[in-house]
């Protein structure tokens, strides 16, 4: 198609219209950058990081065996430079870079990648320490023999085969790939919005689960998992507990703790822990070097750590006296360094109709079973074609040699070729390919030994062609087939498992602060610049009403209590950030503090982004209630608290964002008569029930509260119980009001709202809302640091539209950040 039936085409689709310059194609950017971007994603995920079901390889990598297959690298044939080799994969097949190339070729040689490795390298292919290798230019390679299985009767029409990128060339969709490279060699890669990490595993084991699979079509998952038992890794080690790995299975994603392989030696005046094997993936000198960081850190008096590892295998030393507890350094070192891990497994890969696809074990050996049916299919066809031809040819020849008086004469009187063809299909009632195969025929072949030579290979062919045909029409004898080559394959290339797999996950004993220390009632807070403070309920004293009261926290300039809450030091408090995550901490990990102290900052006890910061905390001794979560963008989800019980140290999603969204507000909610009151920076509000969003799970992104208009954004919300109270609006320009919340009415989700403000151009953008009583007071603050603190009851009661009254006088170019009520009576 040229450009201008492109142009053609989008303009009848009032896609694209033409300028007058018929080169230039004028496209909406919105839609030009989502067209582009799924076409790149697409190709990305199908043509570079995702593995085809059937043969486990990523284009890159099918490429390179291709390719070495046809300049004959085969595992008995001598080597050929590197650079030849990623030179032909480039021009012929990869258009893109020759490092990518040579990396992947590199990353098939490395048998502590490669489970079964499927080129033999010769020269310095990198190390288990992750040392680059050598250039192209130096090193060689050439197919391994289990590699050439993945090739095998790729020249009998058993792949569909494509043209290349110019055309110019054909190459496999798919290897007719013999053995199940996909669960042996594993897989890993990040496409766009997705990524794949398959295990590797024992032949043996894999033999063993296809076979059971083709046997028994109907097996129970629990059956497989017992069969392939789990990874093997090339180097070995100790998987933790069977519970990750019968997840992974059943459903295509899990985890799973690896452990290396350690022992521990007792000499007269020493001890010695000496690390044979370490986890899938890890770098063994980056592993040496955690374990020094961490010897060096703890001030544990160790003699030696040395790297003893050569040819014969891995093992690094570390040595220290006999007085030392080696099981508290141990496992200090599983939690501390790389030598114990997690295994994040996802079944992603590329099915058959050429599309990403979560599978479990059963569905990827059911797929790999699907794919040899059909290349076995496909290889008989091709065989019973050709042996068809040659039992026609053979039963041409055989006629001939029954009658070489009468073939002779007639090739000696014939004018020509055309002519003794002729004749020979006349008088001998030959097909014009069988009297071409006897007039190119040499004349030795008519003698009574090659007469009986034929008849015996025309058996021969007979046989096969019966063979053939039983095989073709019938289901049953092709899955025997896959049997017998998986049975031959397990046999030449099987071994012995390297990866350990325990029962159950091995529980390390910690000790307890908690049985220890007393659960008493605590006071936490939280102010606007992140310190967090614990102190004890006993350390404030009751007053009457309009007392002096006593010292507070001696805060940094600027600095306000946003947060404060009643909770028991043995409870967890749950923090809630401005990029929708939800953290959780022991509240006895909490350094106990004084009144006069402003705490410790926040990022001690959690990670925060630089922009994060935390919005509401929450005392989690009790799951009754939902959290509502409100976004920029008018999103709003609620999901309820039993859904925040296990949160890692790393913190969990409690939201997702669309692109440039973001939280604003984290309200504690109930059913009921609770509603909630949504306010936008343009002065817009909306006022729903809570029970009009559902309950939904962490992940979930939830609905559109509000409709916001072109350059509108949420910027605050409250809770209201009830229509008693009033709503507190302050703005950018320092105007603030109180509203009665009864003008507020409730309205339907999803809707534009009401006014909240009528003229925003002279008071400024709404800064945010709060419903209030009246006895509380507030702290308002200011871009440039400035700030006040005065009692709502001092605003003036106004209209629902009204501008309201200064509230804060600010200075030129300053302009109100945010503000929080504080107190109140329950």
Do not use: C
């Not at 059911?366 to 040659?390: G, L, M, N, P, W």
């Not at 290979?457 to 019938?474: A, D, I, P, Q, T």
């Not at 009457?544 to 043995?570: C, F, P, W």
């Amino acid at each position: 198609m040229d450009e201008r039936e492109i142009n053609r085409d989008v303009l009848a689709n009032n896609e694209l219209k033409e300028t007058s310059n018929s080169n230039v194609i004028e496209r909406v950017l919105e839609e030009e950058l989502v067209k582009s971007y799924l076409s790149y994603s697409m190709s990305v995920i199908i043509g570079r990081a995702i593995p085809d079901v059937r043969d486990g390889l990523k284009p890159v990598q099918r490429r390179i065996l291709y390719s070495m297959y046809e300049l004959g690298l085969l595992h008995n044939k001598p080597f050929k430079k590197s650079a030849r080799i990623v030179g032909e994969v480039m021009g012929k097949y990869h258009p893109h870079g020759d490092a990518a190339i040579y990396e992947a070729l590199v990353r098939m040689a490395q048998p502590w990648s490669m489970r079964y490795p499927l080129v033999e390298g010769q020269g310095n292919f990198g190390s288990i320490d992750r040392d680059p290798p050598a250039a192209m230019r130096y090193t060689e390679a050439r197919l391994h023999k289990i590699a050439e299985e993945m090739l095998e009767d790729i020249d009998k029409s058993t792949v569909r085969m494509l043209d290349n990128f110019d055309g110019s060339l054909q190459e496999p969709e798919v290897l007719p790939s013999k053995i199940p490279n996909l669960l042996l060699n594993g897989a890993s890669g990040i496409a766009v919005g997705m990524a794949t990490s398959i295990p590797t595993h024992n032949l043996r084991d894999v033999v063993d689960t296809i076979i059971a699979v083709i046997k028994k079509p109907d097996i129970s998952m629990e059956e497989l998992i017992d069969i392939i038992k789990g990874p093997d890794f090339p180097t070995g080690g100790i998987i933790i507990g069977k519970a990750g790995i019968r997840e992974m299975y059943v459903t295509g994603k899990g985890s799973f703790t690896i452990r290396g392989r350690v022992e521990v030696k007792h000499d007269k005046k020493k001890k010695s822990i000496i690390i044979t094997e370490i986890p899938y993936g890890v770098s063994k000198a980056d592993l040496i070097n955690q374990i020094a960081a961490y010897l060096q850190e703890e001030e544990v008096p160790v003699r030696d750590l040395r790297d003893e590892s050569d040819k014969e295998g891995l093992r690094i030393v570390i040595e220290f006296p006999e007085d030392i507890n080696e099981e508290v350094i141990l496992n200090n070192l599983y939690q501390k360094t790389s030598l114990q891990t997690r295994f994040n497994a996802t079944f992603l890969v590329i099915d058959a109709d050429k599309q990403p696809k979560l599978m479990n074990l059963k569905q990827l050996v059911e797929a790999y079973i699907k794919h040899r049916f059909e290349v076995i299919r496909k290889r008989t066809q091709y065989a019973y074609q050709q042996d068809s031809r040659k039992a026609h040819i053979l039963e041409g020849l055989i006629k001939a040699s029954r009658s070489i008086d009468t073939v002779v004469d007639i090739i000696r009187n014939a004018k020509d070729i055309s002519d003794a063809m002729a004749q020979l299909m006349e008088i001998l009632q030959m097909t014009e390919e069988q009297a071409k195969a006897v007039l190119d025929m040499r004349l030795g072949r008519l003698t009574n030994l090659e007469t009986q030579n034929l008849q015996s290979e025309y058996r021969e062919v007979l046989l096969r062609l019966e063979k053939e045909k039983e095989l073709l029409m019938s289901d049953e004898k092709v899955y025997e087939v896959i049997v017998q080559e998986l049975l031959e394959v397990k046999e030449k290339y099987g071994d012995d498992r390297r990866t350990e797999i325990t029962e159950y996950e091995e529980v390390i004993t910690k000790f307890d602060k908690k049985d220890l220390i007393p659960n008493k009632d605590v006071v936490m807070t939280l102010t606007r610049k992140g310190f967090l403070k614990l102190m004890d309920l006993n350390a404030f004293r009751t007053q009457r009403r309009n007392g002096k009261g006593v010292t507070g926290a001696n805060l940094m300039e600027d600095d306000i209590i946003s947060q404060i809450i009643y909770t028991k030091l043995h409870n967890k408090t749950l923090f809630f950030t401005s990029q929708g995550k939800v953290y959780e901490i022991e509240n006895i990990e909490i350094e106990e503090s004084g009144r006069a102290t402003k705490g410790k900052p926040i990022t001690k006890y959690i990670k925060l982004e630089p922009n994060e910061r935390v919005l509401a905390m929450m005392d989690i001794s009790d799951y009754k209630g939902d959290l509502l979560f409100v976004t920029k963008n008018g999103v709003v989800k609620r999901t309820s608290l039993e859904d925040f019980k296990n949160i890692t140290s790393k913190g969990i999603r409690a939201i997702t964002f669309k692109d440039g969204d973001e939280l604003v507000s984290v309200l504690l909610v109930e059913s009921g008569d609770s509603t909630v009151l949504i306010s936008t920076k343009l002065g817009m509000s909306i006022r729903f029930s809570v029970d009009e969003v559902r309950t939904m799970g962490r992940n979930a992104a939830g609905v559109r509260g509000i409709k916001l208009r072109e350059g509108d954004q949420v910027v605050s919300a409250t809770v209201l119980k009830d229509d008693s109270g009033y709503i507190l609006t302050i703005t950018e320009k320092g105007f603030g009001k109180l509203t009665e919340a009864s003008e507020y009415r409730k309205q339907s989700r999803d809707g534009l709202g009401i006014k909240n403000i009528a003229e925003v151009e002279k008071t400024g953008p709404v800064v945010g809302v709060a419903y209030v009583k009246g006895d509380e007071e507030v702290v308002v603050f200011t871009k440039d640091g400035a700030s006040i603190k005065f009692k709502v009851a001092d605003v003036p009661l106004r209209g629902r539209v009204a501008q309201g009254v200064r509230v804060i006088h600010l200075a030129d170019g300053d302009i109100v950040a945010d503000f929080a009520v504080i107190g109140g009576e329950e």
